[in-house]
């Protein structure tokens, strides 16, 4: 009997810390990210890589923050720009999505309307639809909407939240139709019944959307890409590419530029972890 | 109309709307635009614009560059979809080990890359993959492997982009096989034990039919997903070396938004969105037959 217990043990012991080691595989690249965007230019051109700084230095944050005088002209990377812009466009796109969506997939979950089902059977078959086939023609239409180059041209095709509209429609479901009844009973309008009733209880659900919808417009990168041409309006990804893509040499900097455009999200996901995994996981694992 | 139905539109209207605008009307547009020769000098006047039938398929066919992306849009499916499947099916099911602790540590550590920003990711992996001085050349040398060119070897590259992609997703669909296996019946698992069922075929007999639909849901995203490869090579590699990373999406983009043949580009869309049609139905025969849905 002891032979076993301790057998058991010992497999316990194995299937931690193999966990444990490919945790730290899959998170070694983000924090290797951190460290070397701290290390002073050039040192992580080295071999055998360093993992650490020889002293933490802030010159690449200063490069690629700052704005300086070169030969008379001044020059920046526009990150500044772009976490600005980057965030009024995240910020946008999740109000307005909200707000568009959440009532719409109640709607669909809970009011008899003509022609219900077979709307919602044809948003499930449009869910087929790669994004990038409407992209073409979508930037004709917007150039004669005079939408190329401005914010409402990247926010606008963020807000056609299909997906959006079924999470919340499945969430409502839930919601027992007696609760909705009786306030219709006591002479409650629909938009009151709404607010007051509907609203609260869907709290979690909207937050979780909020955090997709965020998270996703912040990481958007092809249609930004497609739709601004003023580098002034890029977007964090936008700008980011674009100095990859002249700067390949510089690790530090690109390790900074890199910190600077995920860690707001991965400190967001982070704080509100459990509404996003929750989400994901449907409610069916608690932790 | 009721007043309820009254309600039902103005909460419905404004997200349909937009919804025929953004994505409707241009996806029925995008076929009308694949038949013509819409190019830089319809875009400064209209009356340059002219019909050509099946004219861009025609000529597609017969560009190499558009058989090499959709080649190489194949190798990254058909090597990435198991890769990134697999490791999300064997990170849940070693999460999903009672013996396990701390497991919603574990979780949201292994979901964090997916969360993050592509570009910044690939900036981040296009170091890591450095052929002298990023740490996965290092760590190979640790067991014998000689650097490997990651980047610059036409046979390397899409390997490369794949480690990378593979790290960003898999903590998704490792997420969506955790909530498919907590419905693993108990005591159906536990009848299989007594039986004397090995791990192997506890997991064939059991798990797999309990977690069918999921997994194949996720192929099916997967699949579509990898088809859609763009900002990688992109950020990391512009399509090369030798065009060995150009993928359909990268060759649309270049089509359409570098040398602005949107007739030419809009008929690459289309056929992007045919074979992910055709994959997605196949994929849906495959799983009726094994009586997945």
Same mark, same amino acid.
Request: net charge positive; no cysteine.
């Given at each position: 009997?002891?032979?076993?217990?301790?057998?058991?043990?010992?497999?316990?012991?194995?299937?931690?810390?193999?966990?444990?080691?490919?945790?730290?595989? %899959?998170?070694?690249?983000?924090?290797?990210?951190?460290?070397?965007?701290?290390?002073?230019?050039?040192?992580?051109?080295?071999?055998?890589?360093?993992?650490?700084?020889?002293?933490?230095?802030?010159?690449?944050?200063?490069?690629?923050?700052?704005?300086?005088?070169?030969d008379?002209?001044?020059?920046?990377?526009?990150?500044?720009?772009?976490? =600005?812009?980057?965030?009024?466009?995240?910020?946008?796109?999740?109000?307005?999505?909200?707000?568009?969506?959440?009532?719409?997939?109640?709607?669909?979950?809970?009011?008899?309307?003509?022609?219900?089902?077979?709307?919602? /059977?044809?948003?499930?078959?449009?869910?087929?639809? !790669?994004?990038?086939?409407?992209?073409?023609?979508?930037?004709?239409?917007? /150039?004669?909407l005079?939408?190329?180059?401005?914010?409402?041209? @990247?926010?606008?095709?963020?807000?056609?939240?299909?997906?959006?509209?079924?999470? @919340?429609?499945?969430?409502?479901?839930?919601?027992?139709?007696?609760?909705?009844?009786?306030?219709?009973?006591?002479?409650?309008?629909?938009?009151?019944?709404?607010r007051?009733? %509907?609203?609260?209880?869907?709290?979690?659900?909207? %937050?979780t959307?909020?955090?997709?919808?965020?998270? =996703?417009?912040?990481?958007?990168?092809?249609?930004?890409?497609?739709?601004?041409?003023?580098?002034h309006?890029?977007?964090?990804?936008?700008?980011?590419?674009?100095?990859?893509?002249?700067?390949?040499?510089d690790?530090?900097?690109?390790?900074?530029?890199?910190?600077?455009?995920?860690? !707001?999200?991965?400190?967001?996901?982070?704080?509100?972890?459990?509404?996003?995994?929750? =989400?994901?996981?449907?409610?069916?694992?608690?932790g | 109309?009721?007043?309820?139905?009254?309600?039902?539109?103005?909460?419905?209207?404004?997200?349909?709307?937009?919804?025929?605008?953004?994505?409707?009307?241009?996806? *029925?547009?995008?076929?009308?635009?694949?038949?013509?020769?819409?190019?830089?000098?319809?875009?400064?006047?209209?009356?340059?614009?002219?019909?050509v $039938?099946? +004219?861009?398929?025609?000529?597609?066919?017969?560009?190499?560059?558009?058989?090499?992306? #959709?080649?190489?849009?194949?190798?990254?499916?058909?090597?990435?979809?198991?890769?990134?499947?697999?490791?999300?099916?064997?990170?849940?099911?070693?999460?999903?080990?009672?013996?396990?602790?701390?497991?919603?540590?574990?979780?949201?550590?292994?979901?964090?890359?997916? *969360?993050?920003? *592509?570009?910044?990711t690939?900036?981040?992996?296009r170091? #890591?993959?450095?052929?002298?001085? +990023?740490?996965?050349?290092?760590?190979?040398?640790?067991?014998?492997?000689g650097?490997?060119?990651?980047?610059?070897?036409?046979?390397?590259?899409?390997?490369?982009?794949?480690?990378?992609?593979?790290?960003?997703?898999? $903590?998704?669909?490792?997420?969506?096989?955790?909530?498919? #296996?907590?419905?693993?019946?108990?005591?159906?698992?536990?009848?299989?034990?007594?039986d004397?069922? +090995?791990?192997?075929?506890?997991?064939?007999?059991?798990?797999?039919?309990?977690? +069918?639909?999921?997994?194949?849901?996720?192929?099916?995203?997967?699949?579509?997903?990898?088809l859609?490869?763009?900002?990688?090579?992109?950020?990391?590699?512009?399509? $090369?070396?030798?065009?060995?990373?150009?993928?359909?999406?990268?060759?649309?983009?270049?089509?359409?938004?570098?040398?602005?043949?949107?007739?030419?580009?809009?008929?690459?869309?289309?056929?992007?969105?045919?074979?992910?049609?055709?994959?997605?139905? *196949?994929?849906?025969?495959?799983?009726?037959?094994?009586?997945?849905?």
């Amino acid at each position: 009997m002891a032979v076993k217990v301790s057998r058991l043990r010992i497999g316990a012991i194995l299937t931690n810390a193999l966990v444990a080691v490919l945790t730290l595989v %899959v998170t070694l690249p983000l924090a290797w990210m951190v460290t070397v965007s701290f290390m002073p230019r050039g040192e992580s051109n080295a071999f055998p890589p360093p993992f650490w700084p020889s002293r933490w230095s802030l010159e690449n944050y200063h490069e690629l923050l700052a704005r300086r005088l070169i030969d008379g002209a001044w020059f920046d990377y526009r990150i500044v720009p772009a976490i =600005g812009n980057s965030l009024f466009v995240a910020a946008m796109s999740t109000l307005l999505g909200l707000l568009l969506t959440v009532p719409a997939g109640y709607a669909f979950a809970k009011l008899r309307f003509r022609g219900r089902e077979r709307l919602l /059977k044809l948003l499930i078959a449009s869910l087929v639809v !790669p994004g990038q086939v409407a992209m073409l023609p979508l930037f004709l239409i917007f /150039k004669q909407l005079g939408l190329i180059n401005s914010y409402a041209g @990247v926010i606008l095709p963020s807000l056609a939240g299909i997906f959006a509209v079924l999470f @919340v429609r499945q969430a409502t479901l839930a919601i027992p139709d007696e609760m909705i009844d009786a306030a219709r009973l006591d002479g409650a309008s629909e938009a009151r019944i709404f607010r007051t009733i %509907v609203l609260p209880l869907l709290t979690p659900v909207t %937050v979780t959307l909020a955090l997709f919808m965020f998270l =996703g417009s912040w990481n958007d990168f092809l249609w930004p890409l497609i739709v601004l041409a003023d580098q002034h309006l890029y977007t964090l990804p936008v700008a980011v590419a674009a100095i990859a893509r002249e700067h390949a040499a510089d690790g530090e900097l690109m390790m900074a530029s890199a910190v600077v455009t995920t860690m !707001p999200v991965l400190l967001l996901f982070l704080a509100l972890q459990r509404y996003y995994i929750g =989400g994901l996981l449907g409610g069916s694992i608690k932790g | 109309m009721t007043r309820q139905e009254r309600a039902a539109w103005m909460f419905t209207a404004p997200v349909l709307a937009i919804i025929l605008l953004v994505l409707v009307l241009p996806t *029925v547009l995008a076929l009308a635009l694949s038949v013509t020769d819409y190019s830089l000098y319809a875009l400064a006047d209209w009356s340059n614009l002219g019909f050509v $039938g099946f +004219g861009n398929f025609t000529d597609l066919a017969r560009t190499p560059l558009f058989w090499r992306s #959709l080649g190489n849009t194949a190798l990254f499916a058909l090597l990435g979809v198991p890769a990134a499947i697999g490791l999300s099916l064997a990170t849940a099911l070693l999460l999903d080990a009672k013996t396990v602790r701390w497991k919603p540590l574990w979780r949201v550590l292994l979901f964090a890359p997916y *969360v993050t920003s *592509v570009v910044a990711t690939a900036v981040v992996w296009r170091f #890591l993959l450095n052929t002298r001085f +990023g740490l996965v050349n290092y760590a190979l040398g640790w067991v014998g492997i000689g650097p490997v060119d990651w980047l610059g070897d036409p046979h390397a590259s899409i390997p490369a982009i794949l480690i990378f992609v593979t790290w960003k997703i898999f $903590g998704y669909n490792m997420i969506v096989f955790t909530a498919a #296996l907590s419905a693993v019946p108990g005591d159906l698992m536990e009848a299989a034990r007594l039986d004397g069922a +090995g791990r192997w075929a506890r997991f064939r007999h059991v798990t797999l039919p309990a977690i +069918g639909p999921t997994l194949l849901l996720a192929a099916v995203m997967s699949v579509a997903g990898f088809l859609q490869i763009f900002a990688e090579p992109y950020v990391m590699t512009l399509g $090369g070396p030798a065009q060995s990373t150009t993928t359909v999406l990268y060759f649309m983009y270049q089509e359409g938004f570098t040398w602005w043949n949107l007739g030419r580009a809009s008929a690459v869309a289309f056929v992007l969105f045919v074979l992910i049609l055709i994959l997605t139905f *196949v994929q849906a025969r495959i799983g009726r037959r094994y009586e997945w849905l």
